[in-house]
């Protein structure tokens, strides 16, 4: 399996603030590779798909980017409601994989 | 709008079986060209996928649960459904069933991502 990498685990921001969270392949993966946001309690949301599409819905303030190994989620301006865990995903070979999560906190 | 909606017992015994179900609305499983998947999140821990069924009723698992792990499909009542034997404490989670859907890559390449989430189920296992 590939594995995902997310970095920083946990990252503390203000609203208004822009924050980047990276993920790193294993292995090439193109650009098989989606973003997802979770709030506690809930079940996680789809945010961008194909490295960099966002979701019909999803803020253009969110922006996915990368391919290969190396891959980003961006929020420009942070917003009280985007406080949350997110996660990437990656497909290759029929599989399935997720990184650990990096969870965003209110400074 | 699809809807997934998770059911099933919320607490097993360890080397029983677990059997939970999804029920969809808005979609057809066997009619529209989606995959059919279950997900689960230990407490903690990250998100882990169980495996898929495709509307044919292709199925794909995930390596490690492959032995234990079956995923059905119930046209007629248009629900699908987990099934994990010999159960550990290992297999506690929230246990969410979804739709993943498939697109074409700038890369001559193909990937599927999670487009519908139930709202999850949590399993607990234990005697």
């Known amino acids: 399996d590939i594995h995902l990498t997310q970095s920083p685990s946990s990252l503390s921001a203000s609203v208004g603030d822009r924050v980047t969270i990276t993920c790193r392949a294993s292995q090439g993966i193109t650009d098989s590779l989606a973003w997802y946001q979770q709030k506690s309690g809930s079940a996680p949301k789809l945010l961008v798909y194909g490295a960099s599409t966002l979701e019909t819905g999803v803020p253009t303030r969110f922006r996915g980017r990368g391919a290969g190994t190396d891959f980003t989620l961006t929020i420009s301006s942070l917003q009280p409601e985007d406080f949350a865990t997110y996660h990437c995903?990656?497909?290759?070979?029929?599989?399935?994989?997720f990184g650990q999560g990096t969870r965003l906190e209110i400074k | 709008q699809v809807r997934l909606q998770e059911s099933g017992p919320g607490h097993v015994k360890p080397s029983e079986t677990l059997s939970l179900t999804c029920s969809v609305s808005g979609a057809s499983l066997t009619s529209d060209s989606y995959f059919w998947t279950w997900i689960r999140q230990p407490a903690g821990k990250p998100l882990e996928w169980v495996g898929r069924?495709?509307?044919?009723?292709?199925?794909t698992y995930r390596l490690s649960l492959r032995s234990r792990a079956t995923i059905s499909l119930d046209a007629p009542n248009n629900q699908f459904s987990l099934t994990l034997t010999s159960v550990t404490a290992a297999d506690s989670a929230v246990y969410f069933c979804?739709?993943?859907?498939?697109?074409?890559?700038?890369?001559?390449?193909?990937?599927?991502?999670?487009?519908?989430w139930g709202k999850g189920t949590t399993v607990i296992v234990s005697s």
């Open positions: 069924i495709y509307t044919t009723g292709t199925t």
């Open positions: 995903q990656q497909y290759y070979g029929n599989s399935i994989t």
């Open positions: 979804a739709r993943e859907e498939a697109a074409a890559g700038s890369f001559l390449n193909y990937y599927n991502y999670i487009a519908v």
